[in-house]
């Protein structure tokens, strides 16, 4: 999968098994300083690191604090060797794989931090919980390997480093306090309890939306419009103080009064808010505000006949409840036909950002003596202005290096291919931000039929070049064993051996003399997949949720290209497709699954 975080922003980084954050020695500021972990201090920036990403799929963890950088203590490829700080030596013509780091995603928004020169895995040695150097150490077994796996949160001035959720876990927990809504809640106002619970927690009130608008910030900022998240914010804030007072008081009257509040105070601008587009600018907090009013306007409906005490007659209650009902009917039709309008703009917003291009001419070229030459150019390339990926290729003839004759045809199916996969891409990133609202329907009382946990499906690819070749395509039951087949004679992936639950083992392309195998284990999956392109696949790089890694071909060289899918929604690769020759392979693209509850 792929790890996404803005390269300015300082975030936490937290063991799992001590839940204490890291940062350098007794926060001393001099080169070769050892990182440790540590008790936890509120808005301390020696605890606050920044991830550069190098282009390779590597990050460079840097700190702010002192200006320095991490690195494995004097290159070293043996366990036991420090994590510390020092200058920055991999940059600018410097070589130095020691402050390379691959963040490998285990599942859950935890990670193996695998320093690149090793091959090994950053830890806590001996599973410590007190004030202890980091070191780098040999993979665990995969039961016992908290020790060996961290978590990367946002850093905020409001609390102590280590108390900040990710976004994965806030968004498990508005899925779990939706499904709760949704079942059968004996206690009076447990289903507003439980969401005011998640997305205003005690004695961390921001935290829920920073990471929530973090998580979206990133990714669609350009898209935003912050006086409407301001005002947005601020109704927000006025239903919760009215939904707390819902909850506090036994008065009867009061309590209606105080839900009705509640209600009016979160949706007074919901025209305005959800009109046309509009809904795209708030997109950050869309689906909570959403939840909050499904779940206030659900409660209305389940408490109307205790609320309303007044009312005694049987057809009258019952004429209130449809009403109330007819309200929470119509919210949840007007605010999902929003969430469906604005998942559609930022579709539309991110694929814009694509674009192809070329340029060419004739020249004429004064030989001398009364000669001429005519020399005819052409360079055609796509860009992606989401992120700078850039791929361009060109021709001059006649000329003794001409080129790519074929830059037309090639530069037009890349820019086919990059639409394709940012298609796959960005729509998973758009399920994370937008889960919670499509458990909506269900607020219902009347709908039967209860959420389930659907498996979808995300075709990443394809990458290489030109389809060519022999077709493959993926198999079923979900991969079990990997082969990356590479020759040493040729600077490409030379084949792929791949098994899925039938057992039975494909190849395509040929073995070569070099093979990269991986047999997955029960409850492992490959989570990320990378790699190099050009004419075909150069390079590949496979990760597992176990913390294995696999690599073949030539790394280094083309263009990279990143094939996972969001971590935030925990996709397993379970197959495979695409063309080869005899010994290339022509073009990949990957078959990942992952659950939503719909």
Not at 81 to 108: E, V
């Amino acid at each position: 999968m792929t790890f996404i975080v803005p390269g300015d922003r300082s975030f936490a980084i937290i063991p799992k098994h001590s839940n204490l954050p890291l940062a350098p020695v007794h926060h001393q500021r001099h080169p070769g300083n050892a990182i440790q972990q540590q008790e936890p201090y509120k808005n301390n920036p020696a605890q606050q690191f920044q991830l550069q990403k190098n282009g390779r799929g590597e990050y460079h963890v840097y700190l702010p604090f002192d200006n320095l950088h991490w690195a494995i203590a004097g290159v070293s490829p043996n366990v036991g060797a420090d994590l510390i700080q020092w200058h920055m030596q991999d940059r600018d013509g410097q070589n130095s794989p020691n402050q390379r780091f691959r963040f490998m995603h285990a599942g859950n928004g935890y990670y193996y931090l695998r320093p690149v020169h090793s091959g090994r895995v950053l830890e806590v040695p001996n599973a410590t919980r007190g004030q202890d150097t980091i070191k780098q150490g040999t993979l665990a077994p995969a039961n016992n390997r908290d020790f060996q796996l961290f978590r990367v949160v946002p850093s905020s001035p409001d609390y102590v480093a280590n108390e900040a959720h990710t976004f994965h876990q806030y968004s498990d927990l508005v899925r779990d306090a939706v499904l709760g809504v949704i079942g059968a809640i004996p206690k009076v106002g447990g289903a507003v309890k439980g969401v005011l619970g998640v997305l205003w927690p005690d004695g961390h009130d921001k935290d829920f939306w920073n990471q929530t608008t973090l998580y979206v910030e990133q990714r669609v900022k350009e898209l935003l419009k912050e006086e409407k998240l301001k005002n947005l914010r601020s109704d927000l804030q006025g239903a919760r103080t009215n939904a707390d007072e819902y909850l506090d008081t036994y008065d009867l009257e009061n309590q209606r009064t105080k839900l009705i509040a509640a209600i009016s105070a979160a949706t007074q601008r919901e025209d305005n808010f959800l009109r046309e587009q509009e809904g795209v600018e708030i997109l950050s907090l869309l689906a909570a505000w959403g939840t909050l009013v499904m779940t206030l306007r659900a409660d209305m409906v389940k408490e109307f006949v205790r609320l309303h005490p007044a009312v005694t007659d049987p057809q009258e209650q019952e004429k209130g409840k449809a009403s109330e009902l007819k309200h929470l009917r119509a919210a949840i039709k007007r605010y999902g036909e929003a969430v469906q309008r604005s998942r559609e703009a930022a579709m539309a917003w991110r694929l814009s950002k694509i674009r192809h291009d070329f340029k060419g001419d004739r020249e004429y070229v004064d030989l001398g003596n009364g000669r001429m030459s005519i020399v005819d150019w052409r360079k055609d390339w796509v860009t992606d202005s989401y992120d700078g990926w850039r791929m361009e290729r060109g021709y001059r003839r006649p000329n003794s290096n001409p080129g790519d004759p074929d830059c037309e045809a090639n530069i037009a199916h890349a820019f086919r291919a990059r639409k394709a996969q940012v298609q796959a891409q960005f729509g998973a990133e758009l399920d994370a931000m937008l889960a919670a609202a499509y458990l909506w329907p269900y607020f219902d009382p009347t709908k039967t039929e209860k959420p389930s946990a659907q498996k979808i499906t995300a075709e990443v690819g394809p990458f290489g070049g030109r389809p060519g070749g022999t077709t493959f395509g993926a198999g079923t039951g979900g991969l079990k064993k990997i082969v990356i087949c590479s020759d040493a004679g040729q600077a490409h992936v030379c084949g792929l051996q791949l098994t899925y639950a039938d057992g039975v083992e494909h190849t395509y392309g040929k073995k070569g003399n070099q093979q990269a195998a991986l047999t997955l284990a029960d409850g492992e999956y490959v989570a990320n997949a990378r790699g190099y392109e050009w004419d075909r696949v150069h390079g590949l790089m496979l990760e597992t949720n176990h913390g294995h890694l696999i690599e073949g071909g030539q790394l280094g060289h083309h263009s990279f290209f990143e094939a996972g899918l969001d971590d935030a929604v925990n996709a397993q690769l379970v197959g495979i497709s695409g063309t080869h020759t005899a010994d290339a392979l022509n073009t990949l693209t990957f078959h990942w699954q992952y659950t939503l509850q719909k």
